[in-house]
């Protein structure tokens, strides 16, 4: 197996696929790398791939009829992005998409991989997982957007960086400066700075740049609440 399937397989989107269809995938996929602030792509560019992220972060973002940049989404090692654009009409990305850090990227040709979906179901099923699952996602930010204050939505933040559950001396490494952190959840910078001020001063955690240590997991769960 070649080094770009082995990086390949343990991404959602691929892992279910045999050794004869994950080379094919491999075969139309090509490393790429980014430096620290590098734009990867621009809303209203050419669709002509879509990435899985191996190292690194990238934020998705959009600009605003008043030039005001709101983070739509961070994206994180074993992450995949833009394969939705795969069904858009006009084929052209929605988003900027910009290294945070020095990142590296697999990126996968639309064209062949297209022509792939059209010759392997199982392919196809996958990406419709994986779609499907990120529209989930996507209702629940929306539901936190809507319905939680500011602090639910940053505490949810903090227990969705934390996959296997908060646990007292459980780390989280913010992915990005807190006032893109604070665009991704839809609040202010300083608002992101007063809530994570509350549960430090409440003993919930333990803040060092940043760095967030869970110091009372109960506490956290009760102020989501």
């Known amino acids: 197996m070649t080094e770009i399937a082995e990086q390949l397989r343990p991404v959602p989107l691929f892992r279910d696929l045999?050794?004869?269809?994950?080379a094919e995938v491999a075969a139309c996929t090509h490393p790429q790398r980014l430096e620290r602030g590098q734009t990867l792509f621009q809303a209203g560019d050419p669709f002509r791939a879509f990435f899985v992220l191996v190292?690194?972060?990238?934020?998705?973002?959009?600009?605003?009829?008043?030039?005001?940049?709101?983070?739509?989404?961070?994206?994180?090692?074993?992450?995949?992005?833009?394969?939705?654009?795969?069904?858009?009409?006009?084929?052209?990305?929605?988003?900027?998409?910009?290294?945070?850090?020095?990142?590296?990227?697999?990126?996968?040709?639309?064209?062949?991989?297209?022509?792939?979906?059209?010759?392997?179901?199982g392919l196809a099923r996958n990406l419709l997982g994986a779609m499907s699952k990120r529209l989930h996602q996507l209702v629940q930010d929306v539901a936190a957007l809507t319905l939680e204050d500011a602090t639910g939505r940053v505490v949810g933040y903090l227990l969705g960086q934390l996959p296997e559950g908060p646990e007292v001396g459980s780390e989280i490494q913010l992915p990005a400066k807190k006032g893109a952190v604070a665009s991704r959840l839809g609040i202010q910078p300083e608002t992101f700075?007063?809530?994570?001020?509350?549960?430090?001063?409440?003993?919930?955690?333990?803040?060092?740049?940043?760095?967030?240590?869970i110091l009372e997991p109960e506490g956290l769960h009760h102020d989501l609440e």
């Open 18 to 22: 045999d050794d004869e269809v994950l």
């Open 193 to 213: 700075s007063r809530v994570l001020g509350r549960l430090r001063e409440g003993g919930t955690i333990e803040v060092a740049g940043d760095t967030i240590r």
């Open 55 to 121: 190292e690194g972060h990238i934020q998705l973002s959009r600009l605003s009829p008043s030039g005001h940049e709101k983070v739509v989404e961070i994206i994180g090692p074993g992450e995949t992005f833009a394969e939705a654009v795969l069904f858009m009409a006009g084929r052209q990305y929605p988003v900027d998409a910009r290294a945070l850090e020095a990142s590296r990227l697999l990126a996968v040709d639309a064209d062949a991989f297209n022509r792939l979906l059209d010759e392997r179901r």
